[in-house]
């Protein structure tokens, strides 16, 4: 297999369980749900190679071809049967494999009529920035990740000069930031946890709401996790954790993010909220 974006994430999920007892049990789920998104995601690569409206061409392509927030608006359109279908087998794996929470929403969403789970899944693709507002709406929103990674991915953004802190593709706020090497410092991007576009944004700028005053934007950092700072806002109690490649290379964001569960705990319990949640839902 190629080294593809899904195996290196996989790769670091495994790799990352055992150093961490603490989130093993979320890695592991973690290691299902990123399975399930990457035949997803190699499915509907491989379909959309086919000809427009050819026999290999299945609704279900045309349906995750929709545009996102943010772009033309193609007017509202129901999941077709094969999304319903795969989104009810991702629905299996979560009852058989999540957190006793999220399992039980699952068995209880496995028992909803289709109409039910085709307006969960049209609620979450459009959703206009805001994040899922319960349980079932971040199964959806798992389940439709590797959807949006693939439709954005067949777009060429023009990312230059952008600077807002929303998305420039789906409009959702960032879930977390990345830092690379820059001359002799680092440079900051966000990253969108959902269609995963990446875009340069100051360091010293609070992405909930612009706060400037560096004296306002503490800074945290765990000795069990050099590489990954809590950054904060006094003004409005956010919080952002964002992935330094400087300090390790071989970091995956949205892998590593999800390992350093007591950097959420420590944020919350001192009063911040998470700007945006992952796809767990946490």
Request: net charge neutral; hydrophobic share 40%; proline share 7%.
């Amino acid at each position: 297999m190629a080294n593809t974006a899904w195996k290196r994430r996989i790769q670091r999920a495994e790799k990352l369980a055992p150093q961490h007892p603490f989130a093993s049990e979320i890695l592991s789920f973690y290691l299902r749900v990123a399975r399930f998104q990457q035949n997803i995601y190699q499915r509907i690569e491989r379909d959309s190679a086919s000809e427009p409206r050819s026999a290999g061409v299945t609704p279900a392509i045309e349906w995750a071809s929709r545009p996102l927030p943010g772009q033309q608006d193609a007017g509202a359109t129901r999941a077709d049967a094969a999304t319903l279908d795969c989104f009810r087998q991702f629905i299996e794996v979560v009852q058989e494999h999540g957190p006793a929470r999220l399992a039980q929403v699952a068995r209880d969403l496995g028992t909803a009529p289709n109409v039910t789970c085709s307006d969960l899944l049209d609620t979450v693709w459009a959703a206009n920035g805001e994040p899922p507002a319960n349980p079932d709406e971040f199964l959806a929103f798992a389940f439709l990740q590797p959807h949006a990674e693939f439709v954005r991915s067949q777009f060429r953004l023009q990312l230059e000069g952008y600077s807002h802190s929303v998305c420039p593709f789906c409009n959702r706020k960032p879930a977390l930031g990345v830092l690379r090497q820059q001359g002799d410092g680092a440079r900051r991007s966000l990253l969108c946890g959902f269609c995963l576009t990446e875009w340069e944004f100051r360091r010293v700028v609070c992405p909930g709401c612009g706060q400037e005053d560096h004296t306002k934007l503490p800074v945290y950092t765990a000795e069990q996790f050099p590489h990954i700072r809590v950054e904060c806002c006094d003004t409005c109690k956010s919080y952002i954790k964002s992935i330094d490649l400087t300090k390790s290379g071989l970091a995956e964001p949205l892998v590593d993010e999800l390992a350093s569960v007591p950097l959420n705990l420590w944020a919350q319990e001192r009063g911040y909220a998470k700007l945006h949640p992952n796809l767990l839902g946490m």
